[in-house]
Structures are given as structure tokens and as C-alpha cells.
């Protein structure tokens, strides 16, 4: 069980517009922690796509956009490309806990 | 462009230490600032944050671990290192070394990750 909690898979046809959600608590994403995401496509390693809830690295394109409100942090991805399939992940820190922690992850299909 | 390369056994046996070290290229530990960590992924499972440590010497594990996890870095050799005790077949997975933000624990998102080495705990 995940302190941060993401939908097992979303889907969505190509061109369309997906968001993926990540669900916290008043002790990691509510407390004020930043909330970054990661693509890891099955193989590789996991790429960070948003850092500091809402900021691309440079490279990623602008399809990709975060946001945070409250307890929960959600990715967007527009335009869907077949090359978006692959694992999402949240990662926040949680006080509580005392650690960084991770979403479960989301398998995003583009059917 | 900065390079993480992981380096260790592949197959251990439960109760033994693992010891894995993480040779970094096209970029300095010393000095510049950034956390080196360690995430690990079970066969077809999810991410799990492992610890970290700065150049200064500087370390958060991950309490879960039960202070099985010592993180050290040489900066000398451009290398940190993992070592976890009494491992168990729950440890099998597949070990990611990274660098992390630069400040723990508001900005500690892994820009840059090496491709991960499988560890198998079996008897």
C-alpha cells in the first residue's frame, strides 16, 4: 500500500488528453512537499518529467504538465502519442514517515 | 553529459551482505552540491527509496530498512556506495543509483539515474 495513491492504469486514444492522479495526505503533498513525476517505459530507467509539481526539464516536451492542489498532485499528458505508453510515477516526501516516497504507479495504454 | 553506473553481485544468498557502488562520469561529487541515492524496484512492482547521502557526508535511509542500510560515498574514486544487511529474498530487485536534488528533503527529484543492476536473493 502506497502512502501516495495513483490509479492502477489509465487509457486514452491517440491525440487525446489524459491525467493521471496522486493522492497524499496532510503529511507529504498537503504538508507542502514538492511533488515530481518520472515515465519509466518497461526496460529502461525512470525519466523525470515534472520536478517541483509543475516544471518540465529541459527536453521534455510541453504535452506534459503538472499541478498540485491540496492533498493530490495530477500529471497531464495532451496529444497523446503511442509513444507515451509506458509507467508514471509521483514522488513527494512524507514527514510522517520520514522518507521520500512513491506512487504506486499508473500504466498509461494509448490505444 | 553525467553518467551513473552501477556495479555488484547479481545473485547472493539470504543472511549475506549486499554491496553494490555507483561509479559516476561527466560530473564531480564533490562539491557539487546534489544528494547520490539509491532506488530499488522488485521484478514487475513499483519504485522504493532506499537513501541518499551528500558529498559532506550527510545520509538519509529509509526507516522501513531497519538501519540494515549504510550509504558512504569516496569522493576520491567519484563513487558511492550501498551495502544492506541480512538480506532476504523481499530484496530481490532490480538497484537504481541516482543523483537527487540538492536539497533534502524540499527538492529531491532524480534527474539523472543509472540503468539499474538486477540483484537475486536465492538460496
Known amino acids: 500500500q502506497s502512502v501516495l495513491t495513483q490509479p492502477p492504469s489509465v487509457s486514452g486514444a491517440p491525440g487525446q488528453r489524459v491525467t493521471i492522479s496522486c493522492i497524499g495526505s496532510s503529511s507529504n503533498i498537503g504538508a507542502g512537499y514538492d511533488v515530481h513525476w518520472y515515465q519509466q517505459i518497461p526496460g529502461t530507467a525512470p525519466k523525470l518529467l515534472i520536478f517541483g509539481n509543475t516544471n518540465r526539464p529541459s527536453g521534455v516536451p510541453d504535452r506534459f504538465s503538472g499541478s498540485k492542489s491540496g492533498t493530490s498532485a495530477s500529471l497531464a499528458i495532451t496529444g497523446l502519442l503511442t509513444e507515451d505508453e509506458a509507467n508514471y510515477y509521483c514522488q513527494s516526501y512524507d514527514i510522517s514517515l520520514s522518507v521520500v516516497v512513491f506512487g504506486g504507479g499508473t500504466k498509461l495504454t494509448v490505444l | 553529459q553525467l553518467q551513473l553506473q552501477e556495479s555488484g553481485p547479481g545473485l547472493m544468498k539470504p543472511s549475506e551482505t549486499l554491496s553494490l557502488t555507483c561509479t559516476v562520469s561527466?560530473?564531480?561529487?564533490?562539491?557539487?552540491?546534489?544528494?547520490w541515492g539509491w532506488v530499488r524496484q522488485p521484478p514487475g512492482k513499483g519504485l522504493e527509496w532506499i537513501g541518499c547521502?551528500?558529498?559532506?557526508?550527510?545520509?538519509y535511509d529509509n526507516p522501513s530498512l531497519k538501519s540494515r542500510v549504510t550509504i558512504s560515498v569516496d569522493t576520491s574514486q567519484n563513487q558511492f556506495s550501498l551495502k544492506l544487511s541480512s538480506v532476504t529474498a523481499a530484496d530481490t530487485a532490480l538497484y537504481y543509483c541516482?543523483?537527487?536534488?540538492?536539497?533534502?528533503?524540499?527538492?529531491?527529484?532524480?534527474?539523472?539515474w543509472g540503468q539499474g543492476t538486477l540483484v537475486i536473493v536465492s538460496s
Open positions: 541516482a543523483r537527487a536534488g540538492y536539497s533534502y528533503p524540499a527538492r529531491i527529484e532524480i534527474e539523472f
Open positions: 547521502i551528500h558529498y559532506s557526508g550527510n545520509t
Open positions: 561527466g560530473g564531480s561529487i564533490r562539491g557539487s552540491g546534489f544528494y
